[in-house]
């Protein structure tokens, strides 16, 4: 993942919860989320709803 408006001093995966939805938001550029780490901040993250009903989906089988 590029960041351009983060200083690369900081660690990324420090701040699980702004680095899932950078991903989320911006892309994944070819890489992969992790699924434990996706269902432990999955409510804490802000995505749209159509994102969240998606990845529900995905995770949990939930229908929309």
Not at 23 to 49: H, Q, S, T, V, W
């Amino acid at each position: 993942m590029h960041n351009w408006d983060y200083p690369k001093t900081k660690n990324l995966k420090d701040n699980e919860v702004w680095y899932l939805e950078r991903l989320l938001i911006y892309g994944l550029n070819k890489e992969k989320i992790n699924r434990a780490m996706l269902e432990r901040n999955f409510n804490k993250i802000k995505i749209p709803d159509n994102t969240r009903a998606f990845l529900e989906l995905l995770l949990w089988n939930k229908p929309f």
